[in-house]
């Protein structure tokens, strides 16, 4: 997808760069001291790639969001929902996201959400991929077709260079185009019922 084709307003919050992350690129080209400022351009690079100019960089510790005092996390997302009113929040299920930092950023947004008055909650979609899932909360409810945006969904994935690699991605063959369709034309999400 490529946002600047519809009349969609996209805000992209990010609560970390990924810098204490152990991938350093195949070969290596970054280390601890370079990373953090290689994962920011791999970042601004991935959301140009699908139109989103409106990146917010939250400034959180990578690995340490679960730590993090909830008052200012959620005081963060907070002041962000305030700002923009949004009508839709795309975020990390709460406990299905595998990685602490994605289960603990899921969790911020529902807390934060769901301290909202109801009339006035944005709709809150949550990606969710943990081995057992679909066990977990059944099927998704929002099956999005991608198909038509597969280029522009490549070139910000492989945007993170430091942490992807297309042996990573795909496997170690070419996939043919009906792979990559099959496994990158649709994203998957299920909305959050807050009770």
């Given at each position: 997808m490529?946002?600047d084709?519809?009349?969609?307003?996209?805000?992209?919050?990010?609560?970390?760069?990924?810098?204490?992350g152990r991938?350093?690129?195949?070969?290596?080209?970054?280390?601890?001291?370079t990373l953090?400022?290689?994962?920011?351009?791999?970042?601004e690079a991935?959301?140009?790639?699908?139109?989103?100019?409106?990146?917010?960089?939250?400034?959180?510790?990578?690995k340490?969001?679960?730590?993090?005092?909830?008052?200012?996390?959620?005081?963060?997302?907070?002041?962000?929902?305030q700002e923009?009113?949004?009508?839709?929040?795309?975020?990390?299920?709460?406990?299905?996201?595998?990685?602490?930092d994605?289960?603990?950023?899921g969790?911020?947004?529902?807390?934060?959400?769901g301290?909202m008055?109801?009339?006035?909650?944005?709709?809150v979609?949550?990606?969710?991929?943990?081995?057992?899932h679909?066990q977990?909360i059944?099927k998704?409810?929002?099956?999005?077709?991608v198909?038509g945006?597969?280029?522009?969904?490549?070139?910000?994935?492989?945007?993170?260079?430091?942490?992807?690699?297309?042996?990573?991605?795909?496997?170690?063959?070419?996939l043919?185009d009906?792979?990559?369709q099959?496994?990158?034309?649709?994203?998957r999400?299920?909305?959050?019922?807050?009770?």
């Amino acid at each position: 997808m490529h946002l600047d084709q519809g009349s969609a307003e996209v805000t992209y919050a990010c609560l970390t760069l990924g810098e204490m992350g152990r991938n350093m690129g195949i070969p290596p080209f970054a280390n601890r001291v370079t990373l953090p400022s290689i994962r920011k351009q791999e970042l601004e690079a991935s959301c140009r790639a699908i139109g989103i100019s409106d990146l917010r960089m939250l400034g959180f510790h990578d690995k340490m969001i679960e730590f993090e005092d909830k008052a200012k996390l959620d005081g963060s997302i907070e002041a962000l929902i305030q700002e923009l009113n949004p009508s839709l929040v795309i975020t990390f299920h709460p406990t299905l996201s595998v990685h602490p930092d994605h289960n603990a950023c899921g969790a911020a947004v529902i807390r934060t959400i769901g301290r909202m008055p109801a009339e006035h909650r944005p709709a809150v979609h949550c990606m969710a991929f943990a081995n057992n899932h679909e066990q977990e909360i059944g099927k998704p409810d929002i099956i999005n077709d991608v198909t038509g945006y597969l280029k522009q969904k490549m070139a910000s994935i492989q945007a993170h260079k430091s942490q992807f690699q297309a042996a990573e991605l795909l496997g170690n063959k070419k996939l043919s185009d009906a792979e990559i369709q099959a496994r990158f034309g649709t994203e998957r999400f299920w909305t959050y019922r807050f009770s």
